[in-house]
């Protein structure tokens, strides 16, 4: 039996894709072989590969101006690769810092030698809010934000007003294509797929095409977003069977009925959660309201010992990866698109029983 699976990441896929992998694990539509087996240079490969950038592009509404790349090493290797293309001599990288993974992604471009600039930050009130204002430094090569904070369960609800010279960067690992967002405000996109699209191992970097001037040069190969473009991401193997995997996770939302569909579908699942917390004195929530995440949502129970009990207990019933991020303790569920709502209406029920039975 399948579990109710709230884990932050690698996270829950939907059923039915992982039952449509299967089906052709042997044989790829009468190939003879896996796609995992299969040569990236192949018309078939090409065609995995060609459906899953432009399927994402539709359900983002993007057209031509942008391209999307499907490389490796996580979102965290484009914390250096984006301050290493788009931060040139003379500019400051700036930085909106929301949390762990900003944090993260500032320290790498000063790391890497570039001037780095904190235009805002809400480590005044321990990461549980979104700041709503920013200042930018004098000559900024980009404003880089995280769109949701997986550790702390904030989210933006709204993109930052940049003049239109400075590039808006976003990593958005863990919200997206959970909603329609304002995606053409971006220049820059990406995150590791293993949130909300698909299994770990595959990276998406969707770039608007004037981003390709900017690009410093004399950049390692591989860490170098022209080589990848030039090459259509396949300047060297790219994580094959892991997009094959997001292509068919793609179509999954696009049956949905695609992200305004799915917004509709997060809202309702996060509401059963958050009426909980709304409307209790035994569960807390962490974060400003305004500013909360549909799709991490962390909550505190009385005391340590109740939320251990809490996990535990849940385990048991079938409900896994509800423990907080190790930075933070407490509680976690993540909602992920994938996540069926009957996980939301099972965990909200077992939140109230196990309030009545330890309060
Ligand atoms: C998980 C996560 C990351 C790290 O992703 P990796 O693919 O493990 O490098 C970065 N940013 C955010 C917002 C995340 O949720």
Known sequence: MRVHNFSAGPAVLPEEVLKEVQNELLDYRGEGLSVMEMSHRSATFQAIIDDAMATMKKLMNLGDDYDVLFLQGGASTQFYMIPLNFCPEGKTANYINTGAWSTKALKEAKK?????????????????????????????AYLHITTN?????????????????????????????????????????YGGAQKNIGPAGVTFVIIR????????????????????????????????FGIYVVGKVLHWIEKKGGLEALEKINIEKANY???????????????????????????????????????????????????????????????YNSLPMKAAQDLAEFMLDFEKKNR
């Open 112 to 140: 890497i030698g570039k001037k780095m600039h904190v235009a805002a930050t809400s480590e005044d009130k321990d990461f549980t809010y979104i700041p709503k204002d920013f200042e930018l430094s004098e000559n900024p």
């Open 149 to 189: 904070n997986t550790i702390r369960g904030t989210e933006f609800h709204f993109e930052p007003n940049v003049p239109d010279d400075v590039p808006l960067i976003a990593d958005m690992s863990s919200n997206f294509l959970s909603r329609p967002l304002n995606f053409k405000k971006y220049a820059v996109m």
């Open 209 to 240: 095409k004037d981003m390709k001037e900017k690009i410093n040069s004399g950049l390692p190969t591989m860490m170098d977003y022209k080589t990848h473009l030039d090459k259509g991401s396949m300047f060297n193997t790219p994580p094959t």
């Open 273 to 335: 959660v958050y009426d909980i917390l709304d409307n209790s004195d035994f569960y807390r929530g962490t974060v400003e309201k305004e500013d909360r995440s549909l799709m991490n949502i962390p909550f505190r129970l009385p005391t340590e010992e109740l939320e251990k009990k809490f996990i535990a207990e849940a385990a048991e019933k079938g409900m896994i990866g509800l423990k907080g991020h190790r930075s933070v303790g407490g509680c976690r569920a993540s909602l």
